[in-house]
């Protein structure tokens, strides 16, 4: 579980017992983008706010209650604020498109280029078009260089030589004809 703070001299709000996925969902997301985060019923500015967040055990009601909650987050976890944020600063949505990846591909069997591009675009509603085809690019790389997806045009396997020309290539990105760029699962082992 994870317990945050935002504080703002002289304000502060905390919010306990959060997944990771809401972690991901309330806060990191518009954080790691720039963008102001709402928490109850306020904005904090990433560059005038301070964030802490703190892995630990679930706080049970009594734990949080007549203002005892932070203190017995801070007592029961581990400062994980400077972790978090640094997975955050390598790319943020990278990771969750990989695994989103992976996924498709295990269910459509082969996915084109485009196509990874929408699916950055529906994950990432409010980021720029140059940093949604930036994730997506690193997405790829990364999955073909861990030998978990193989790249194809048309029906030809490309090359580990042949994959950075490709990769940017601006029609690899818009091209969804016979001759287009898309990914299949490698076989496992």
Partial sequence: MFHVQLRQ???ATRAFN????????????AWAAGRAVELDERRWEPDRARLTIIEGPALAPED??????????????RDVTAEVLAQLE??????ELKRELLSTLDARGR?????????????QLHSRPSERLALCEQAVWELLHQRRVK?????????????????LDWTTWTDDGPQGVWLKAAAPG
């Fill in 9 to 11: 001299f002289p304000h």
């Fill in 64 to 77: 949080i209650g007549l203002g005892r909650g932070w203190a017995n987050a801070m007592r029961r976890g």
């Fill in 111 to 123: 996915l084109s280029l485009p196509r990874v591009v929408e699916l950055a675009g529906e994950r």
């Fill in 18 to 29: 959060l997944s990771r996925e809401e972690l991901d969902s309330r806060i990191l997301r």
């Fill in 151 to 167: 790249m194809f045009r048309g029906e030809q396997t490309l090359r580990p030589d042949q994959w950075q020309l490709v990769l």
């Fill in 90 to 95: 390598r790319m943020p949505g990278l990771e």
